[in-house]
C-alpha cells in the first residue's frame, strides 16, 4: 500500500507563486523517485519535474528556470516551487511516486496522488 497526499494548489495571479507538496505513505521500503505531472484542460497528462534518489532533477522545457522541485527523505515529502505562474500553467498537477513496496513483494510500485487544481488568471 503507497498512499500519494497533495496539498497547496490554488488560484493566483499571472507572476505570482505557489508550493505544492506531496507526502508518500504506507508500506513502503524505498522510493526511487518523485515527481510532479500536470494535465491542462483539454489536454494530456505531462511531465513538469522529477527528482530520483540520487538527487537528480528533470524538469520540462515550459518550467525550467521557475520551477524547482525538492525532496525531504525523512519526510518522504516532495515540493513543487512554482515561480512567475503563467496561465498556461493552469493545470490539475498529480505527484507520482516510482517506489518499492515492503516486504514481502518488494515488487516495484507507481502510486498518484489525488490531483490539485493550480489555477493562474487575473
Known amino acids: 500500500q503507497v498512499r500519494l497526499v497533495e496539498s497547496g494548489g490554488g488560484l493566483v495571479q499571472p507572476g505570482g507563486s505557489l508550493r505544492l507538496s506531496c507526502t508518500a505513505s504506507?508500506?513502503?521500503?524505498?522510493?526511487?523517485?518523485m515527481g510532479w505531472y500536470r494535465q491542462p484542460p483539454g489536454k494530456e497528462r505531462e511531465l513538469v519535474a522529477s527528482?530520483?534518489?540520487?538527487?537528480?532533477?528533470n524538469y520540462a522545457d515550459a518550467v525550467k528556470g521557475r520551477f524547482t522541485i525538492s525532496r525531504d527523505n525523512g519526510k518522504n515529502t516532495v515540493y513543487l516551487q512554482m515561480n512567475s505562474l503563467k496561465p498556461d500553467d493552469t493545470a490539475v498537477y498529480y505527484c507520482?511516486?516510482?517506489?518499492?513496496?515492503?516486504?514481502?513483494?518488494?515488487?516495484?510500485?507507481?502510486?498518484w496522488g489525488q490531483g490539485t487544481q493550480v489555477t493562474v488568471s487575473s
Open positions: 507520482n511516486v516510482d517506489a518499492n513496496e515492503a516486504w514481502p513483494t518488494y515488487r516495484p510500485r507507481t502510486a
Open positions: 504506507g508500506s513502503i521500503y524505498r522510493i526511487n523517485a
Open positions: 527528482i530520483a534518489d540520487d538527487g537528480s532533477v
